[in-house]
């Protein structure tokens, strides 16, 4: 029978500090997400979706939605967190600061960067506490496209 030591029983919570930091893999942005995208969220706008029209706007082409970009961030996080932190996650518990700083253009491949800003234990809350990160959204050419806090409940 093995035992479990003290660390190997933190929770995730406590294990968080901090200056962590964490990078995603990258994911390109298509031509099938926008349009899919569109189409679940209803933004048609021609800013997305009319080529013609936008060949002449000072973006010079269409771009992604921010939402998309938003959300295709959300799943890269998803996807590197380790196994401790998925099961760990009670809910996204808020966002502050979202901005979108520059366009994301289909094909562009996307990254993200996030650094834990801090934790707050949380008594009167479901889980232990929070967890408020800085992340950034950063193109193939090291533009950030979107910065923004997040937040999450954790156990």
Known sequence: MSSTS???AESFF???AGGDRMVTQGRTITEADVTN????SGDFNHLHTDGARMADSS???RIAHGMLVL??????????RSTLERESVVAFYGMDDLRFTAPTF??????VEREVLETERTPD?????????????????E???????MTSLVD
Do not use: H, M, N
């Not at 959300?71 to 590197?80: H, K, M, N, R, V």
């Not at 809350?125 to 050419?141: L, S």
């Not at 533009?143 to 806090?149: A, K, P, Q, R």
């Open 6 to 8: 003290d660390a190997d």
């Open 14 to 16: 406590e294990q968080t």
């Open 37 to 40: 995208f569109a189409g679940v």
């Open 59 to 61: 973006f010079g082409e």
């Open 71 to 80: 959300s295709a961030a959300t799943g890269l996080i998803w996807q590197t």
């Open 106 to 111: 289909i094909g562009d491949t996307i990254r």
């Open 125 to 141: 809350a479901p889980g232990t506490g929070t967890v408020r990160y800085q992340v950034d959204v950063i193109k193939d050419d």
């Open 143 to 149: 533009t950030t496209v979107l910065s923004c806090e």
